[in-house]
């Protein structure tokens, strides 16, 4: 798959569908935004995806991203340097945009 043949996207690239979305989806998005997804992202993946089917919406900011990271997975994976290795930038935003949800609605 590629990025031209991706689902419909907003003007920041995340879907406008999350039930658009697949692995090889995640597997694009992650290379434009230069993430190499690993076993350790599939699972903060699985986990939002999870989130965002129970709660119908992302986690609306970064530090509520990493609590319920930290409340579901440890306090080892649940803190903002293990999450930002993993999703440069805002991770929150990046890690969103890769499991194709929505934009979490704090997030810069």
């Not at 190499?36 to 970064?62: A, C, G, Q, T, V």
Request: proline share 6%; glycine share 4%; net charge negative.
């Amino acid at each position: 798959m590629s990025a031209s043949n991706l689902p419909e996207r907003n003007n920041e690239g995340f879907l406008e569908y999350a039930t658009d979305w697949s692995s090889d989806v995640a597997s694009v998005i992650a290379a434009e935004e230069d993430v190499s997804l690993s076993d350790n992202h599939w699972e903060i993946i699985e986990f939002l995806r999870k989130f965002y089917n129970k709660h119908e919406m992302s986690p609306p900011s970064n530090r509520l991203f990493v609590k319920a990271v930290k409340d579901a997975l440890g306090e080892e994976k649940g803190n903002s340097i293990y999450l930002m290795q993993l999703f440069p930038g805002t991770p929150a935003k990046t890690a969103c945009k890769i499991a194709g949800l929505p934009r979490p609605t704090n997030c810069l």
